[in-house]
């Protein structure tokens, strides 16, 4: 069994930057795909990014890209996601998930953590 927990969201001004920790227990391989969505009031949930636990295939939505960063941390058994330059868009409840592969769903998923962005 797998268990995830996000932590680090908040309350940050536009143009801030917070960094979420998903911490993962239960063993973890290195071709299973963590990802990172996120869901704000009134709207559907949507990809923000994904990446292997070995660091590979790392992918960003087009409206975080260049602003958010995916990394880990072996040791740890933690997932992070570095948000940097937030906007008011950016407020949502954030999750994280795993899947077993790029061909498969994402299986496991965390419990949230609420991130504000104010203006």
């Known amino acids: 069994q797998v268990h995830l927990v996000e932590s680090g969201g908040g309350l940050v001004q536009a143009g801030g930057s917070l960094r979420l920790s998903c911490a993962v227990s239960?063993?973890?391989?290195?071709?299973?795909?963590m990802g990172w969505f996120r869901q704000a009031p009134g709207k559907e949930r949507e990809f923000v990014g994904h990446?292997?636990?070995?660091?590979?295939?790392?992918v960003y939505a087009a409206s975080v890209k260049g602003r958010f960063t995916i990394s880990r941390d072996n040791a740890k058994n933690t997932v992070y996601l570095q948000m940097n330059s937030l906007k008011d868009e950016d407020t949502a409840v954030y999750y994280c998930?795993?899947?077993?592969?790029?061909?498969?769903?994402?299986?496991?998923w965390g419990q949230g953590t609420q991130v504000t962005v104010s203006s």
């Open positions: 990446a292997r636990w070995s660091g590979e295939g790392t």
């Open positions: 998930a795993v899947r077993r592969s790029m061909l498969q769903t994402y299986e496991y």
């Open positions: 239960g063993r973890t391989f290195s071709s299973w795909v």
